[in-house]
T-cell receptor
Framework: EPEVTQTPSHQVTQMGQEVILRCVPI?????FYWYRQILGQKVEFLVS????????KSEIFDDQFSVERPDGSNFTLKIRSTKLEDSAMYFC???????????FGQGTRLTVV | DAKTTQPNSMESNEEEPVHLPCNHS???????IHWYRQLPSQGPEYVIH???SNVNNRMASLAIAEDRKSSTLILHRATLRDAAVYYC????????????FGKGTRLSVIA
C-alpha cells in the first residue's frame, strides 16, 4: 500500500539553528500539507500546497517557515531559526484529489534545545 | 470554519459496536463530513467521509442526519486496536481546503 514517508523520524537541534524536515508524498498525489502537534495538544494545520505554490497557511506559519517541492518527489518544510516552542511532532500529508482522503506520514519529532 | 462538537471521551467493550457522535449545527451545503483517527504515537488516519447519504467502508459506517446537523461514526465491532482519538471534521469540497482538527473523542476499548 502506498504511504507518505517522512525523514528523519526524530531530530534534535539547537535553538536558532535551521532545520529541514523532509517528506515523500504518495507518487501521484498533487495536494500536500504540513501539520504539527505539540505534545499533548491537538493537531494544528500549518500550510497547504498545490501546483508549486502555497494554497493556504495558518497564523503559525510565519516568516520563519517555508515549504518547497524541490523535485518531483520531495516536499520539505524549513524552519529558519528554531525556537524552543517549535518542539513538536510534524506531520506531512498528501491527497490525490481536492478535498479527498488525506494520507499522513508517521511524523518527525523535532526537539529544540 | 464550521465547528464540530464531540464528547471528550468514550469507552467501549471489545467486540461491541461503538457509536461516536458529532454535532455540526452550522454546517454549510458544501461541507463534507470527514472522520479521522489518531492511534497512539502515530499520524492521523482517514476513516470515512460523506456529504448527505450514509456511507460504509471496510473500517466503519457513517450515519448522517437528514438535516446534516449531526452525524455518527459507527464501529461495528470494536477491537483493542481501535483505541484512538477520533476526529469529526467539516471540510469544504472546493479548493485545497485543509483539515482542521479539534480535540476529538478519545475512545478506550476494554478487553
Amino acid at each position: 500500500e502506498p504511504e507518505v514517508t517522512q525523514t528523519p523520524s526524530h531530530q534534535v537541534t539547537q535553538m536558532g539553528q535551521e532545520v529541514i524536515l523532509r517528506c515523500v508524498p504518495i507518487s501521484n498525489h498533487l495536494y500536500f500539507y504540513w501539520y504539527r502537534q505539540i505534545l499533548g495538544q491537538k493537531v494544528e494545520f500549518l500550510v497547504s500546497f498545490y501546483n508549486n505554490e502555497i494554497s493556504e497557511k495558518s497564523e503559525i506559519f510565519d516568516d520563519q517557515f517555508s515549504v518547497e517541492r524541490p523535485d518531483g518527489s520531495n516536499f520539505t518544510l524549513k524552519i529558519r531559526s528554531t525556537k524552543l516552542e517549535d518542539s513538536a511532532m510534524y506531520f506531512c500529508a498528501s491527497s490525490g484529489t481536492q478535498g479527498g482522503e488525506a494520507f499522513f506520514g508517521q511524523g518527525t519529532r523535532l526537539t529544540v534545545v | 470554519d464550521a465547528k464540530t462538537t464531540q464528547p471528550n471521551s468514550m469507552e467501549s467493550n471489545e467486540e461491541e459496536p461503538v457509536h461516536l457522535p458529532c454535532n455540526h449545527s452550522t454546517i454549510s451545503g458544501t461541507d463534507y463530513i470527514h472522520w479521522y483517527r489518531q492511534l497512539p504515537s502515530q499520524g492521523p488516519e482517514y476513516v470515512i467521509h460523506g456529504l448527505t447519504s450514509n456511507v460504509n467502508n471496510r473500517m466503519a459506517s457513517l450515519a448522517i442526519a437528514e438535516d446534516r446537523k449531526s452525524s455518527t461514526l459507527i464501529l461495528h465491532r470494536a477491537t483493542l486496536r481501535d483505541a484512538a482519538v477520533y476526529y469529526c471534521i467539516l471540510r469544504r469540497a472546493s479548493g485545497n481546503t485543509p483539515l482542521v482538527f479539534g480535540k476529538g473523542t478519545r475512545l478506550s476499548v476494554i478487553a
